[in-house]
T-cell receptor
Framework: KQEVTQIPAALSVPEGENLVLNCSFT??????LQWFRQDPGKGLTSLLL?????REQTSGRLNASLDKSSGRSTLYIAASQPGDSATYLC???????????FGEGTQLTVNP | DTAVSQTPKYLVTQMGNDKSIKCEQN?????MYWYKQDSKKFLKIMFS???????INETVPNRFSPKSPDKAHLNLHINSLELGDSAVYFC?????????FGPGTRLTVT
């Protein structure tokens, strides 16, 4: 049974800092990995999707890496802004169009 | 131009009642899902449909019954609501791999 862990559970940083969020999964036989952002009381916004054959994906100030063999992914946020404050969720997919198994999230606060 | 929409956004009801949550996607996706987010914010899959056919049915009470009248809609009906059903329910859809989520329905059972 796949288990996904995110560390740290909460993170508070000053504006402008670069930061890394960590995600680990127990079963390396994944199909893809998706990073989401969830604002309080809101739904999930997809940030990046990495296929199992890829090593990283980039979107603006976000960079997600995947090391499938070691069961790890990181989300790098450059030059953090107060608007980045949210909960960041990592989720792994087993096959195409299958369920996502989620981590418990990292709650990020960026202080102005 | 909403991609995945859910109604209602909030639902407050008493124990023992039956309620439904509706989900619609206008993305042309083939697969739709229901997830439950509990009080600790943990998200877990409940059901998945592909082209109106059930493909994932996690271990949820059979009081929960999904229905997909067409591939753009996936509704969730819950019978005999219990206190433990209080949570946020998210609908999602995907064409291939990337899943898109709706805004969620916060269900409170009193």
């Amino acid at each position: 049974k796949q288990e996904v862990t995110q560390i740290p559970a909460a993170l508070s940083v000053p504006e402008g800092e670069n930061l890394v969020l960590n995600c680990s999964f127990t079963d390396s036989a994944i199909y893809n990995l998706q990073w989401f952002r969830q604002d309080p009381g809101k739904g999930l916004t997809s940030l990046l999707l990495i296929q199992s054959s890829q090593r990283e994906q980039t979107s603006g100030r976000l960079n997600a890496s995947l090391d499938k063999s070691s069961g790890r992914s990181t989300l790098y946020i450059a030059a953090s802004q107060p608007g980045d404050s949210a909960t960041y969720l990592c989720a792994v997919g087993e096959t195409s169009g299958s369920r996502l198994t989620f981590g418990e999230g990292t709650q990020l606060t960026v202080n102005p | 131009d909403t991609a995945v929409s859910q109604t209602p956004k909030y639902l407050v009801t008493q124990m023992g009642n039956d309620k439904s949550i509706k989900c619609e996607q206008n993305l042309g996706h083939d697969t739709m899902y229901w997830y439950k987010q509990d009080s600790k914010k943990f998200l877990k899959i409940m059901f998945s449909y592909n082209n109106k056919e059930l493909i994932i049915n996690e271990t949820v009470p059979n009081r929960f019954s999904p229905k997909s009248p067409d591939k753009a809609h996936l509704n969730l009906h819950i019978n005999s609501l219990e206190l433990g059903d209080s949570a946020v329910y998210f609908c999602a859809s995907s064409l291939l791999d990337e899943q898109y989520f709706g805004p969620g329905t916060r269900l409170t059972v009193t």
